[in-house]
């Protein structure tokens, strides 16, 4: 066929590449929109057209194909047939096709994809007569014949080799070639399915299509994108495209490259090319590729180096992009975002802005509060690694495709990791090559290593994602799964034996290492975070600490101020079982009984306050009823000796005692330090004007303030704000009041995860404001004036960080290790304005 196709008139749900809007990621998926990209930039990319994400959307509403749909998919087809030059099922110039899925956010190995769809016997002998290869074309088939089996009919995973189906010559005629390799195929997909692959080439598209959206559903895609919380909702869409072949001779292949090394973030281009190959050879991990940089020829390298320089500066961002050979033909097949390391991620961000090619907002948006918690993860000892590589510990080395050091015990099966994990265990999973199947046990695992693959296998692109410790292509290991054994030149680890990963060199060794902070902690994140901090010119974070060895971390994390509590101190320091004890004792709850609580504040405080110097420090008093003293503080019994303390000044020596302390620390420190005392559960005005009557001004410039902790507080918080120096929203507890639900459940997994799962709670506590909530808080926020802050306990979500902020809130409690992501997650929400 030839000539112009008439257009597709009234399109609904489909777009040719040259007619697209490469911004409607969320219609054409990130696949699609790439694609559209680079063939409207005039880049070599094979002629496709994509199916819309609303299409998967009805399909999977309907449980149907949309009404027009296939009729649409078959006017674009004319369209393909027309620009290519080539017929569908039919010489002289057969078209072959690729059929992808490419949802809005990447899912990288999650979703499905057929290749060379198309093949039928006619097509199969013109392509042996054009091509002069019948091996080639056979090949064809039986690639084919797997993929469609697996993925439209339900087949296994089949690695039969297509030697093992039939003996084939190179003289030996095209159509009994074809008849031959079909009928073996069939057979064997008969046997295990009760099915055929259709003979029909418009059939084989349809299944595809319809398979292609079905994937969207398939379990290891919703394990995805509930580990990474994409919404079920928004679908894939399909991308049909005009095959490329690199298995067509010897001077044709596959490759990925990403413009930056997605391991270290090393600038230069990265990657692997496997010659003679399809793309799916590369990314599978079953046989290990070379670098891109020596696998290609001189003339396609210079090509490819420069066109990947040229998107990266166009999109401001490491990319990732897939591409074929065809007879020394460089053809673009796919670029995206590339997943990156937390170290990557960083490293990156930290050059983009340096060198001002791609502005800040931009940037930081390219970087995730838990990439900064990643970075300052532990690493191993380095005398210690160095010991263990002079006494033969060293196991193997493979490629390093995820920086990270871990220690774990070995498991060879994903579902005996996600055991053991469940079980508190640390584990290692080495798999001979891992598949989407595994996903289970990759995110159950702290580390992971296979004995195939290179830094573009899935396990490799999976890890960086998940962001796990990832070794590949450790080929002197043998896994042995039956025996679970792992042998490397003789030596046998079995299951469950203690193994240490280093995915940055790619070393294995027998044994663990003690971890300590890694040196990626600093440079490159510093340099991040300090460019962050100049995005937030009215915003203070306050780090919380319990000992003075806790100050310098806090200040050196980017901390303005600190943040304490005095039952934490007590605890700590081996005092707050003598508080209770003193409680616990007969006699009158006055000053004579808290005299020993002042004098520990002071001994406590003042080393404290020394370590801090000028900037503020928030103190909140000892709280002998919260949720999370419980246990700790033998909270039963001591309520019912003194129901007082229930209510916050209840047993006023006792708040006295704390005031008196954190005075003489403040005059014996020497320093003048900024110094607040906060009573927690305040819930009136008054409450707040007794507090002052106990503290009058004097010399030690000491002040007084509230923890709000309940729906009252909120609606007296006028009264409170008038009266009071100094307010924190202790916004878990406020949540958890709104909710009806213990506070400390807002820092743990479960219940919660599976509650929010089962859709029993339209707002996840943990990570958004509830709208019951939201209201109250519109109007307290004060932009900076110093009177208002919010305390923030456990993990920083960077969703209800940006909320805070957009109602003006600048004032900002967390626990001192979410520092810095606090602080990436604040310069986010200013630059995104």
Same mark, same amino acid.
């Given at each position: ?8 008139? &009234? ?104 290749? &060379? ?100 559903? &398939? ?228 580390? *992971? ?291 009806? *639900? ?92």
């Amino acid at each position: 066929m030839s000539g112009k196709a008439d257009p597709v008139q &009234n399109p609904q749900f489909t777009l040719r590449f040259d007619e697209a809007d490469p911004e409607a990621v969320d219609r054409l998926g990130g696949k699609g929109a790439g694609l559209a990209r680079m063939a409207q930039q005039g880049l070599r990319v094979p002629p496709g057209f994509i199916v819309a994400t609303d299409a998967c959307r009805n399909y999977l509403e309907e449980d149907s194909m949309p009404a027009g749909l296939l009729d649409e998919v078959y006017a674009r087809l004319a369209e393909l047939e027309a620009a290519t030059g080539k017929t569908f099922g039919a010489g002289p110039t057969p078209l072959l096709l690729s059929v992808r899925s490419g949802a809005p956010v990447s899912m990288p190995g999650m979703m499905d994809t057929i290749l &060379n769809l198309g093949v039928c016997r006619d097509a199969a002998i013109a392509l042996a007569a054009a091509t002069g290869d019948v091996r080639f074309v056979a090949d064809l088939v039986a690639r084919f014949h797997s993929m469609y089996g697996e993925i439209v009919l339900g087949a296994f995973g089949d690695d039969t080799s297509l030697d093992d189906l039939v003996a084939i010559e190179a003289t030996d005629d095209p159509g009994a070639v074809f008849d031959r390799v079909w009928a073996a195929c069939s057979e064997r997909l008969l046997d295990e399915t009760g099915e055929r692959v259709p003979e029909d080439p418009r059939e084989q598209l349809a299944g595809a299509v319809r398979a292609v959206f079905g994937s969207w559903n &398939n379990s290891r895609a919703r394990t995805y994108r509930e580990f990474h919380r994409i919404p079920h909702d928004i679908g894939t869409a399909v991308v049909v495209q005009s095959m490329v072949f690199g298995t067509i001779s010897q001077d044709s292949g596959s490759g990925v490259v990403f413009t930056r090394d997605p391991a270290t973030g090393e600038p230069g281009l990265f990657g692997e090319y496997l010659a003679h190959s399809q793309g799916e050879d590369v990314v599978a991990g079953t046989r290990t590729p070379d670098p891109v940089r020596d696998a290609l020829p001189a003339p396609v390298f210079e090509e490819l180096e420069r066109t990947c320089s040229a998107l990266e500066g166009q999109l401001g961002d490491v990319l990732d992009i897939e591409f074929t050979v065809e007879r020394s033909t460089l053809y673009f097949l796919q670029v995206r975002s590339a997943k990156r390391t937390a170290e990557a991620a960083v490293r990156i961000a930290a050059d983009f802005l340096a060198d001002g090619s791609v502005s800040p907002a931009k940037v930081l948006s390219r970087v995730t509060s838990e990439h900064v918690r990643q970075v300052q993860r532990p690493g191993f000892d380095t005398d210690e690694v160095e010991r263990a590589r002079a006494g033969g510990r060293l196991l193997t080395t493979g490629t390093g495709a995820c920086p990270g050091q871990i220690s774990g015990n070995l498991v060879l099966d994903p579902d005996r990791a996600k055991a053991e994990a469940a079980a508190g265990r640390d584990v290692v999973l080495a798999r001979a090559v891992t598949s989407p199947a595994d996903l289970h046990g990759m995110i159950a695992a702290q580390g *992971i290593v296979t004995a195939t693959g290179g830094s573009t296998s899935h396990a490799a692109v999976v890890a960086r994602a998940l962001g796990k410790v990832c070794v590949v292509g450790a080929s002197a290991m043998k896994i042995d799964s039956a025996a679970r054994t792992a042998t490397v030149d003789g030596q046998v680890l079995a299951e469950g034996e203690p193994v240490s990963l280093d995915g940055a060199t790619g070393e294995v060794f027998t044994g663990e290492f003690t971890r300590g902070t890694p040196a990626a902690a600093s440079g490159a994140l510093g340099a991040l975070l300090d460019a962050a901090s100049r995005q937030l010119t009215d915003v203070a974070v306050f780090g919380k600490v319990t000992l003075p060895g806790n100050v310098e971390t806090a200040l050196s994390a980017g901390a303005h101020g600190l943040v304490t509590a005095l039952d934490d101190v007590l605890a700590a320091t081996g005092h707050l079982d003598a508080l209770v004890e003193a409680l616990m004792r007969d006699g009158a709850a006055d000053a004579d009984r808290f005299g020993s609580v002042a004098d520990i504040v002071a001994a406590e405080f003042t080393p404290l306050l020394r370590e801090a110097g000028r900037v503020e420090v928030g103190v909140r008093a000892i709280d002998l009823v919260s949720d999370e003293s419980r246990e700790l503080m033998r909270q039963t019994a001591l309520t019912s000796r003194y129901p007082a303390l229930a209510v916050p000044l209840g047993i006023p020596a006792l708040v006295e005692a704390q005031l008196a302390g954190l005075r003489r620390a403040i005059r014996d420190s020497g320093t003048p330090a900024k110094v607040h005392l906060a009573i927690r559960h305040v819930s009136d005005p008054a409450e707040v004007v007794a507090l002052h009557e106990m503290s009058p001004p004097d010399e030690s410039g000491l002040r007084v303030g509230a923890y709000l902790t309940s729906p009252r507080a909120l609606a007296n918080f006028a009264g409170i704000a008038a009266v009071g120096d100094r307010i924190w929203l202790e916004l878990r507890v406020l949540q958890a009041a709104m909710f009806g *639900i213990p506070a400390r459940q807002l820092l743990t997994a479960e219940p919660l995860d599976s509650y929010v799962k089962r859709g029993m709670l339209s707002t996840d506590p943990r990570s958004g404001i509830d709208p019951s909530l939201d209201t109250a808080l519109t109007p307290l926020a004060d932009r900076g004036s110093g009177l208002v802050g919010v305390r923030l306990s456990g993990t920083v979500s960077e969703s209800l960080v940006a909320g805070l902020y957009g109602k003006g809130f600048r004032r900002f409690a967390v626990d001192a290790g979410e520092t810095r992501p606090a602080l990436l997650a604040l310069a986010k929400a200013a630059a995104a304005g």
